[in-house]
C-alpha cells in the first residue's frame, strides 16, 4: 500500500479511533483497569444518567457527580465535602477494592469505605441513576442509594428506624455552588404516624403532617395536584419505616431536590425534556410552628396568624407587632370533670371543631372509633385535642399544641377541647347572632308585606271593577294553558313533532319511580324510560317549582327541533297535559360527561383518544349551532353537566332551554337576564350580558381545560395563589410545567404533544377579550391541525378567585387583564 492510499485512510482512522474513545469512556462499568480521567465520563445502559467530573454554577472546584441528562442536573455528589482544586482527578477502584476519588498526588479526596474483603470489586452506573459496587459474585458492597445527597429519586429509599435510631435521609447543599452538606436535612420521623420533616439543623422547620396510606394529611398540595402522586410508605419488620415514590411510567423522570434554602423542589422531565420545576413549599405557613403553641395560621388571612378560640397571645405587645413565636394561653381553666357513659356532665369541657386542618405535632396515635377518641380524650385530663381519620385513626394530643395551620381544602378536622366558660360564651353570642338575624328578617319581611299590601291597594284604585276581569282572564288562562301551548307549537310550524300522551309516559317511567331518575337540574328531573316499541327515552319533566318556565321549555322544544347533527342531542317529542310539561330525548347510556371525567373511578375509562374523540365531538357540535345549521344558535350554557355520551361515548349537546336563535345579519345579542352556570359564562356575558358565538368558545375552553386536567372549574381552588382552574392553567403554561395540571390518566409521553397543543387551543378559547378568542371553525382548524402554528395565548378571564383578599387583590390589579369583581344584580344560575 502506497503513501498516497495511507493519507487517503488516515481520515477513517481517525474517525474509528474517536468513536473507539467515546465508546470506551461511555461504558457503565468501572474496574481497577478501567477508570474515568476528569475529561470522560461513565453513561448508564439507558443513557439517561452519567457519572464523570463537574464544576458547579459559579465554581471551579471539581466534583465526581451523577446527573441526569446534563451536568445542570446532578443528583448525587462523591467527594462534595472534598472538592478538586484541578482537572487532575480520577475515579477508579482501589487496591482495597473500594471505589475512591484520587488528586492529581494520588491522594483520596473520597471513597466508598467498605470494610468487607472483597476480591475484583467492579462499580457500575444502574439505569435508576444508583451507583453500585459489586464484587466478583455481584453482589452489593456499596450503593450511592444507601448513602444519598440532595435528591429524593424515584426508587430511592428514605427510612427511620424507631428501635436502632438509625435514619436514611437527604441533605442540603451549602449553597448553588457549593456541594458540601448544609444546614438542612429532610427524613421521615415520628415512626407511629410517619410524616416528612425537614431539619434546619437540630430546629424542626417544615413537616409534612401523617401519612394515611394515600396522602400526607398535612400537605394540601396532594389533595388538588396530580404530581405529587406515586409516594408508597411502608413498614419492615425490623421497626423501620420508610417512604419511596414512583412514575407514571417510563417516559418521566422527576427528582425532589431539598434546597439550600431548605425548600423541596420538584423538578420532572418527560422524554428526557424537562417539563416542569415546582417548590412543595410556597406559603408562610409551612414554616414550622410559626403562630407558636396554641396559634393557627391561615394565609387567606391578614394578619396570617392567630389564637385558637378561647386562647389569647402570651405577650400582647410582641403579637400586635407579629412576633408570635410566645404563642397564645387559654383565658379560662379546663375543669377535667368527669364523664358518666360517655357525655359530658354539667359545666364539664367540651371541643371547638377545626375543619380542614393540618394536625399539630406529637400526634399520639391509638385505636378505636371517633367517638371513643372523644371520649378517651375527654377521660384524659392532660388531652388538649383530638383528630380522626378513617385510615390512620385515632389521634390525640397532650400538653401545648404546635404547628397548626388552616386549609381551604384537605386536612382533617380538629377538635380542641374547651373549657366551659368559653362554650357559654359561645352560646351567648350565637343566641344574640340569631336573635338579631330573625329580627332583620321579619323586619324586611314586614317591610315587604307593606310595600305589596300598598302597591295592591294603588292597583285597586286604579283598576276599580277590572280586577274581576283579571281574574277572569287568569282562569282561564289555566283552563287552556295545554290548549294555548299547543297553539304555540302550531305557530311555531312543529306540526310534525309527535306529542306523546301523559299516560304512554307514566308507563313508560314506571310512573316516574326513584329507581329510572338519572338526574336532576334547574329545570326538574330526568327519568329513563322505555315505550312499547322497546325504544328507550330520557323523560325531561319540567318541575311546578322550576326556574325553567314556559319560556325556556317553548325554546328549547322551537330550537332543538329544527336541528339534525350527529353531536347534538334527537329530540323525540314533547307531553304537555295539565300542568305537565315533558320533553322526551333519545336515550344515552353513559349519562353526562361530569359523570366520567370527574369521578376518580370512572375517568380511568377515558384515555386521551377517548377524551380528544369527546372534544373534537363538542367542537363539530358547537360549530354546527353556529354555522352550519338552518339557525345560527348561541347555546349559552356549555358544560359536562350538558354534554351526554352514547354506547361508544360519543358526545351530543344537549339542554337547549337558554340556547338563543340569531337572524343572519346577527353577530350579538344583549340581555339583562343572565341566565347560565358561575365558571363557563364568558366575562361581557356575566357582566354585562353581551353574548355571542366568541361566548360560547369561551365555554367550550372552560370545557376542553377541565377534560385536560379531569377537574371541575367550579371546585378547583388554589388557595396560596388564590388561583381559578384557569388561573392554574396559565399559571402552568407559563411555567412550562404543563405536567402538573394534566390529568395522571393521559400523561402517557406518545400523547404529551396532542396534549399540549389541546391546553394550547383551550387558553386561546378563555381569554377575556372576545375579539382575541378564536372562532370554532378556526378552533376546528387548530384541532386537526390545519392550523400548524398557533398564536401565543394572553391572559385568561377569572384568572383569581374571588375569595383574594383585599391586600393580595390590589398587589396584583396591575398584573391581571381581566376585571373579575362584579356585581350582578338579575342573574340566574343554575
Known sequence: MGISSLRNLLPVFLVISGFCADFCTASDTITTTQFIRDSEIVRSNNSEFELGFFSPENATNRYVGIWYVSDSNVIWVANRNQPLKDSSGILTISGDNNLVVLNGDKEVAWTSNISNKASNSTAQLLN???????????????????????????????????????????????????????????????????EVFIWNQTQPYWRS??????????????????????????????????ITYSLPNGSFFGTIVLSSEGKLVLTTWMNKHKVGMRTV??????????????????????????????????????????????????????????????????????FLKLPMTKVPDFAEKSYGSEEMCRIQCLNNCNCTAYAYDAAIGCMSWNGNLIDVVRFSR?????????????????????????IVTVAVGVIIIVAAYIVWWWAARHFARR?????????????????????????DLKIAKLEELPLFDFGIIATATNNFSFANKLGRGGFGTVYKGELRDGQEIAVKRLSRASG?????????????????????????????EGEEKMLIYEYMPNKSLDAFVFDPIKKKALDWKKRLNIIEGISRGVLYLHRDSRL??????????????????NPKISDFGMARIFQNNEDEGNTRRVVGTYGYMSPEYAMEGLFSEKSDVFSFGVLLLEIISGTKVTSFYVYEHSLSLLGFAWKSWNEEDIITFIDPEISAADFINEVRRCMHIGLLCVQELARDRPSMATVMSMLNSDIVNLPPPCHPAFNKRQGASSSESSQQSNKSCSLNSVTLTNMQGR
Not at 233 to 240: A, C, H, I, L, M
Request: proline content about 4%.
Open 548 to 576: 325553567q318556565g314556559l319560556e325556556e321549555f317553548m325554546n328549547e322544544v322551537v330550537v332543538i327541533s329544527k336541528l339534525q347533527h350527529r353531536n347534538l342531542v334527537r329530540l323525540l317529542g314533547c307531553c304537555i
Open 410 to 434: 384537605g386536612g382533617v378536622d380538629l377538635y380542641i377541647r374547651e373549657a366551659y366558660s368559653e362554650l357559654e360564651r359561645e352560646k351567648k353570642v350565637l343566641k344574640v347572632v340569631i
Open 128 to 194: 435508576t441513576g444508583n451507583l453500585v459496587l459489586l464484587d466478583d459474585t455481584g453482589r452489593t458492597l456499596w450503593e450511592s442509594f444507601q448513602h444519598p445527597g440532595n435528591s429524593f429519586l424515584p426508587n430511592l429509599v428514605i427510612s427511620t428506624n424507631q428501635k436502632t435510631g438509625e435514619k436514611l435521609k437527604v441533605t442540603s447543599w451549602k449553597s448553588p455552588s457549593d456541594p458540601s452538606i448544609g444546614t438542612f436535612s429532610s427524613g421521615l420521623e415520628r415512626p407511629s404516624t410517619p
Open 632 to 649: 345560527k344558535i348561541i347555546h349559552r350554557d356549555l358544560k359536562p353537566s350538558n354534554i351526554l355520551l352514547d354506547g361508544e361515548l
Open 463 to 487: 283598576k276599580g271593577n277590572n280586577g274581576a276581569l283579571t281574574l277572569e282572564i287568569e282562569e282561564s288562562h289555566l283552563k287552556n294553558h295545554r290548549a294555548n301551548l299547543i297553539e
Open 209 to 242: 403532617g401523617p401519612w394515611n396510606g394515600q396522602v400526607f394529611i398535612g400537605l394540601s398540595k396532594m389533595y388538588t395536584s396530580s404530581y405529587l402522586n406515586g409516594f408508597d410508605v411502608g413498614r419492615e419488620e425490623n421497626g423501620s419505616v420508610h
Open 281 to 350: 413549599q410556597d406559603s408562610i405557613c409551612d414554616m414550622y410552628g410559626l403562630c407558636g403553641t396554641f396559634g393557627s395560621c391561615d394565609p387567606r388571612n391578614s394578619p396570617i396568624c392567630s389564637c385558637l378560640r378561647g386562647f389569647e397571645p402570651r405577650n400582647a405587645e410582641e403579637w400586635n407587632r407579629r412576633n408570635w413565636t410566645s404563642g397564645c394561653m387559654r383565658r379560662a381553666s379546663l375543669r377535667c370533670g368527669k364523664v358518666k357513659n360517655g357525655r359530658d356532665t354539667d359545666k364539664d369541657d367540651g
